[in-house]
């Protein structure tokens, strides 16, 4: 089988690329390579292309049929909150339009089968502890509306020509299943954390004044491995003749604070973090966390990393690599 997948040089991509490669499955990244690396795709074969850019409909459609593609797992896009807020006319020309393409192109070719990267900042700022995919989804900010325009999009493919879709909408990830797919981003709290102390600065914290047990944002955190795992498990289901939803999380269903994850960044690398606390940051809602229950049952899939592990992975990774701080 060969699978496409836009944005595999990523963070999250290159896990799913490389589970991939291990399984044997033959793999194609589609990468503009504003934050992703080459060198973290293996084998793979990579076509440099911006999928919201012109004339990338027709390039990804040829992309498909040269390869033979057989499905698709859909990474690539913008995914900073507070940018989105800033700019959002920028968010949605990259996420939606890139997307489009990718519809269009997969239409275009024949293949049929697509695994979409949705969020769970479409939920914005629910009433309930914790969500299921049956809440209405209500986005705060445009990063999360353009993910949720997405999922309108792949509902509206199946029905008028038959793709195979399903979304997940992922929580918070972290972690590194190996060294060097470290999070080479610094978009995510954990390296965020770590390049304010490699930079001899303190970490910022945004916000502590929301209702929270410590007054900081409460996230549900996944290990970026068990989120990769759950694009295999994904892709099994969309290969299976009966597929009741189209939607799902993908988190833990244990919420954790900014300062819960700071305090324990802290005890696994034997940092001592102080963080400065800053005004909050727009479109951030206090608590997000997810039931897993639909995927757990469905699909067969489950976290298994907890928060210690997720950080310890991570502290490994990032000492792995060229900013290695000395403790």
Not at 51 to 71: D, F, K, M, Y
Request: with cysteine.
């Amino acid at each position: 089988m060969t699978i496409l997948v836009t944005g595999g040089a990523g963070y999250i991509g290159a896990h799913v690329v490389r589970l991939l490669l291990e399984k044997g499955e033959s793999v194609v990244v589609v990468d503009d390579l504003s934050t992703g690396q080459a060198g973290r795709i293996g084998n793979a074969t990579l076509v440099e292309l911006d999928v919201a850019g012109p004339q990338a409909r027709e390039t990804l459609a040829a992309t498909l049929r040269e390869h033979s593609v057989e499905a698709v797992i859909h990474f690539a896009a913008r995914k900073q909150v507070g940018e989105s807020v800033q700019r959002p006319a920028y968010y949605y020309q990259q996420n939606v339009n890139g997307f489009v393409n990718v519809v269009g192109a997969m239409e275009d070719a024949g293949v049929d089968r697509l695994v979409f990267s949705s969020s769970a900042a479409t939920y914005g700022m629910p009433s309930v502890s914790v969500v299921e995919e049956k809440l209405h989804a209500e986005p705060i900010n445009p990063y999360g509306e353009t993910k949720l325009v997405g999922e309108w999009l792949g509902r509206a493919a199946s029905r008028a020509w038959g793709l195979r879709f399903v979304a997940l909408r992922y929580f918070n990830v972290a972690g590194a299943g190996w060294d060097d797919l470290g999070d080479p981003a610094v978009l995510n709290l954990v390296p965020m954390v770590l390049d304010r102390i490699a930079r001899g600065e303190s970490p910022r914290l945004f916000g502590d004044d929301y209702p929270t047990p410590d007054g900081t944002c409460v996230r549900d955190y996944i290990h970026v491995l068990d989120l990769a795992k759950a694009h295999i498990a994904a892709l099994g289901y969309l290969g299976g003749d009966e597929r009741p939803f189209d939607v799902f999380n993908v988190g833990t269903g244990e919420g954790s604070s900014v300062r819960e994850v700071i305090d324990g960044l802290a005890r696994v690398s034997g940092l001592t973090i102080d963080p400065v606390v800053e005004p909050r940051r727009a479109g951030d809602p206090p608590v997000l966390v997810g039931s897993p229950e639909r995927i757990n049952t469905v699909m067969g899939w489950r976290g298994e990393a907890g928060l210690d592990e997720i950080l310890e992975s991570a502290w490994s990774a990032w000492q792995a690599g060229p900013r290695r701080i000395d403790v």
